[in-house]
Each structure stands twice: as structure tokens, then as C-alpha cells.
């Protein structure tokens, strides 16, 4: 993974936590980078800030109690991966996780899925990270493989003309690619193609097109389509095994379902952003695709995109 140098944690001490440091202390050793733990707790309501201090100990001891065991079960030293922990409490959770990102300068963030207990998609604060937090968003799933067996997948539309658009396409291959590498090797390429002119002239016009010619029109699309996924692959420099799925269909329908079918562990994918428009940055597809995810998630966002959290 490319210039990972600083990792944040967010914990809320609340859940299981050790899939998501699990994850994150692999990414940290993986790249020699620093990682802060981050305990993120509600503001204390009036009347109990006697018991503040209190609360936020017993949360640091059972954050501090997550760490031992996943360093344990990692057989990590503390040479092997530099740990700092800290906690900050207060409203609007996922803000003050996004001004830690932008005065700190962390190149990654990492959390459970907020509700482990939540089979599909991303609740409040997952989602408010997902749209505005500047650097990328790892939401972790519990794995239940081991390492060398965790399966890797990254959705790529290759219909990317504009500068930040083709660079977010690159960078996500060659993130990608390298998690894959980390994990059993296999890279899962997935692009979807919609050529909904095809289908709504099949249904809806009687037209002279025979249904020969419109099969050759489709045939067309697909193969400039594969053709331009095949360009970014070979820009983005990746090799090894790749596994691409380039199939006709709605993207925020078949991509979960290939998750589940094929069994993935992670999935990468952009979340597209509009220049000029601080924190635009999903549309409908993108909204849709991760209210249906059932696994770890890695959103990474366009260079160009300007949070609109300020410091």
C-alpha cells in the first residue's frame, strides 16, 4: 500500500474489537508505519461528569486489554509495531475523527463496522466517514480465514476520462494489488457495464434493427468497455493473478452478490467525487453498493477531493 505512514484506530470500546485491530496492526507491521489508537466515547451528560473520568479509564482498560490480546494472537513485539493511545470525547464522533485526520496528517483510518451485528451495509457514523474524511476508510468485518487465505476484491469503472477519475482508478489497482499479494494472491477485478440503449431499445421500440444487429451493437459496448478496463490494468502496472469479472449489469446489484457468492473478504472500491463541491463525493450506485456490502470495506476517494470538515 503505497506511502502508509501513519495510522488511526477508532475504538469505541463498546463491541469485540479484534478483527479491526487485527486488521489494522497487519497493516501497520506490513508497512512500518505508526499507528495511534483512538478512543472515541460520547460526551458525558449533565449531572454524571463526576463519573467521567471513570468511564473513560475503564474504556482505556478494556482498548488497552484489545491491543494485548491482538499482539499476543499476532505474536507482535512492541518494536514491531509503535502504538500510541488516546482518548477524546465529545459529540459528533466522526468529525473529530476527520479534524484528528486533517492536523495530523494520517494517511489511513481504520474502525469496525459500526454494529458488528449488522450483516449489510454501514450505519451513521461508517457513512459519515465514507463521505467526508480525506484520507482513505478501512471499515473492518470480522475474517474468519486466516491471512494467507483472505480473498481480495476491487471494483473499477474504467469509464474514467477526467484526470482525478483515471488517478482514483490506478490507485486502486495498485492498492489492490498489493493487499492481494499480502493475502492468498488472487486479485478479483470486478467492472460492470450497463448498456441500458440496448435493452430499452429491445423492449420498448418496434424498430427495423434486427435482433442480429443489436446483438453486434452489444457485442460492440462490451468489448470497448473490456478494452479500456484492460488499458487501466496495464497502466496501473499490476501483474500476477488477477481474476476479472466484466459482466453486464447493475453494479450496486452484482457486486454484492458476487461478494457473497464468491465468498470475499475485502473490497476496495472509490467513491467519486464532483471538483468543486467539498464533500460530493458518492452518487446513487456508489450510496447503493455499500448499504449491500456483507464484507471489510477500503474506500479511497480522488486526490482532488476537499473535505468539507474544516479544522
Known sequence: MPNIHKVLYVSH???????GLLQAFA????????????LVCPAVPAGFED??????????????????????????????????IESDCGPRPAERVIRRVLSEGYDLVIKN??????LKGFKAIDMELLRKCPCPVWLCRPIE?????????????????????????????????VLADSCNGIL????????DVDEFLRRHFPISASEEELDQATEAARAQHRSKLDVLIRAAGIGGDIQVHHVIAHP??????????????????GTVGRAGIPGFIMGNTAENILQKVSCSLLALKPSDFVSPIKI
Open 27 to 38: 497493516i501497520a507491521r506490513n508497512n512500518h508505519a505508526e499507528i495511534k489508537v483512538l
Open 113 to 118: 463496522v459500526e454494529g458488528l451485528s449488522q
Open 13 to 19: 470500546a463498546a463491541e469485540d474489537e479484534s478483527s
Open 188 to 195: 478479483h477485478v470486478v467492472s460492470c457495464w450497463d448498456y
Open 51 to 84: 463519573f467521567s473520568s471513570f468511564c473513560v479509564k475503564a474504556m482505556l482498560e478494556r482498548v488497552n486489554e484489545g491491543i494485548a490480546a491482538a499482539r499476543e494472537r499476532m505474536k507482535l513485539s512492541k518494536e514491531q509495531v509503535n502504538i500510541e
Open 145 to 177: 480465514r486466516a491471512h494467507t487465505e483472505i480473498r481480495v476484491a476491487v471494483a473499477i469503472d474504467p469509464e474514467c476520462d477526467e484526470g482525478s477519475t483515471y488517478d482514483l482508478a490506478i490507485r486502486l489497482l495498485r492498492w489492490a494489488r
Open 252 to 269: 450496486d446489484s452484482y457486486i454484492p452478490l458476487l461478494i457473497d457468492e464468491e465468498g470475499l473478504d475485502l473490497l476496495i472500491m
